[in-house]
Each structure stands twice: as C-alpha cells, then as structure tokens.
C-alpha cells in the first residue's frame, strides 16, 4: 500500500468489511472459539496494516493464510486444541419457555458438541458455517474454494457422519 494514510486507512477499512466476517467465520471453523477466531482476525489485519514487503497481490488470500498460521502458533503455545463452546448454540436464536425444554435442549447441543469435537476440520467447517452462520452452498464454495456442488456432497457426507457419531454416542432422536 503506497497512497497516503488517509486512503490506506480507507483501503483497509474496505477491505476489512468486505472479508472480516468471512475470515472469522473460517478462523471459528478451525478453532471453535469464538473470541480466538476474532483474535486471529485482529491479527492478520495487525500484520496486513504493518506489512512493509513486497506487494500483496491476493489481499484475502494472505489475510487468510496469517490468520491460520497464528491460530496454529496459539494452539502449539497453549499444547492444546480449541475447545467447542456454548456460543454457537446461542447463535439459533430459539425461543423456549418451559425449564424441561431448555433443559432437554442443553443436554441435546451437549451431545452434539462432543460429536462435533470428533470430526474432521473440514466437516466441522461446513456444518459451522451451514448452521451457525447459515451461509448457502455458494458462498462456502468461494471459501472453501471449490464448487457449490462439492460443498453439498461435503454437507451431506459431514451431516451423515455427524448423525453416525451421534449413534455411537447413544443419542438417538425421537
């Protein structure tokens, strides 16, 4: 970036609405941890806002590659995965009155996290940015860089191999 500060700082306000959510929702996928993935986000564009090298030619790409390596440095410094937490169930939005509702539904979203813990990244990744983000299959392919087609062939194996480990689990829906 060699304009002056003013239309850098334009530029990378732009650029930061246009794929901070996007990013945060594939730096989530990767972790589960809400606050990290936002982390990872801050971090990349820390680093894209002081980078002083050679020009960038794919802005989002390299935003995306920061972001991935940071979150593996924080992982192998803490020397544990990123725990699922409980503020992808309150992305649904559901209204429950009754205590056994609420209850039946915690134990429910219980099971599925543990399920979810055991799946593989790119499963998890579909299904996140399905469910808690409800992204169509079009824009997980520009993500995920692939066709909308293999985004539904992945949604359909990740939920088929979600509903086996619920199974293996000793969950089975009524």
Known sequence: MTDGPSQQTDQL????????????????SQCSDPERAYDA??????RYHSY???????PRAWLLRVGQNWLRDVARRKSS?????STLDEMTNSERSAPEDLMSSDENREVVREALTKMIEDDRKVLVM???????SAQMAKVMVCTAAAIDMRLSRARRRLAEL?????????
């Open 130 to 136: 399905k469910y808690a983000l409800n992204w169509s």
């Open 52 to 58: 002083s090298g050679e020009p960038i030619r794919d």
């Open 13 to 28: 306000d732009a650029l930061y609405r246009q794929n901070s959510r996007e990013l945060w929702a594939i730096f989530y």
């Open 41 to 46: 986000v801050q971090e990349a564009f820390l």
């Open 166 to 174: 619920l199974v293996e689990q000793g969950y089975a829906h009524e």
């Open 81 to 85: 995965s990123c725990k699922l937490t």
